[in-house]
């Protein structure tokens, strides 16, 4: 991609570096708490999220380690400025407060939580990046045992998180991708993920020169989301690398009015 599109070298040697950070801790990460049974998941899930805090298996000195290296990473690569910089390596040194922060960032994005505070605001980022490790493995674990098929909301079944990416499948359907977790699930193409706006008059969706990627734009609450179109692919769906290379989607949408 690098040789491909020049202008995006910078952004995919962050994404490489991240995720050498992660691969680091990765490999040990345990599994989730939450009883492993696909009939008791399954059963979860009928009023999901069902990943509560308490489950993720988050060791706490490897998430100061990835705190620590997440903001250094992105603050070598113009991704953080000084002052967030230095407040994430604030937050990475108090390992008492540490657990409380990062079960407000978690239970922020459930429906009625109280939103993130001003001590943690500007740093989603690095925290989602830096917990992305024990996210993934408990993300793959629900979901090698469950059946995310019943499914039909905007957010994460899991996690509760938002989605970041999609995928379309070679039966064209649109599954969204957790931009925490990384699970995925299926959800109606023309319909936005965010408020539910279904009206497909009011969906802009245009796609990338090759045709490799989509965007579906709502014209009711000007969000996005972008998708990595597998009918015409060689290779599945890799959330890191995709979300490189449609970083000029992304400067599209943003160039019409969309966030
Ligand atoms: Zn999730
Ligand atoms: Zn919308």
Redesign the pocket.
């Known amino acids: 991609m690098k040789e491909a599109q020049p202008d995006l070298s910078a952004a995919a040697d962050l994404q490489i570096e991240l995720l050498q950070v992660q691969r680091r801790i990765q490999t040990r990460v345990p599994l989730p708490s939450i009883r492993l049974e696909a009939k008791y998941l399954n059963d979860l899930l009928k009023s999901a999220p069902i990943?509560h805090f308490e489950h993720l298996p988050v060791d706490w000195s490897d998430l100061r380690f990835l705190l620590r290296a997440t903001a250094t990473a992105m603050r070598n690569h113009d991704a953080l400025d000084e002052a967030d910089y230095r407040r994430a390596e604030e937050l990475a040194r108090q390992s008492e407060r540490l657990p409380g922060v990062v079960r407000e960032w978690y239970e922020a994005v459930r429906p009625g939580a109280t939103p993130i505070g001003p001590e943690l605001s500007g740093l989603e980022s690095v925290l989602q990046q830096a917990m992305r490790p024990f996210?993934t493995r408990a993300?793959d674990a629900v979901m090698a045992r469950s059946d995310l098929a019943g499914w039909t909301h905007g957010i994460?079944p899991?996690?509760?998180?938002e989605p970041d990416l999609a995928v379309i499948t070679a039966a064209a359907d649109r599954l969204l991708i957790?931009g925490?977790?990384?699970?995925r699930w299926r959800f109606e193409s023309l319909t936005c993920p965010f408020c539910l706006n279904a009206d497909r008059s009011r969906i802009t969706s245009f796609a990338s020169r090759d045709g490799q990627y989509r965007l579906y734009a709502c014209d009711v609450c000007e969000r996005y989301v972008k998708a990595y179109d597998a009918r015409r692919a060689s290779r599945p769906v890799m959330p890191v690398v995709d979300g490189v290379a449609t970083l000029p989607l992304d400067a599209a949408a943003i160039q019409k009015g969309y966030k």
């Open positions: 990943l996210l993300g994460c899991l996690c509760g998180g957790c925490r977790c990384a699970a």
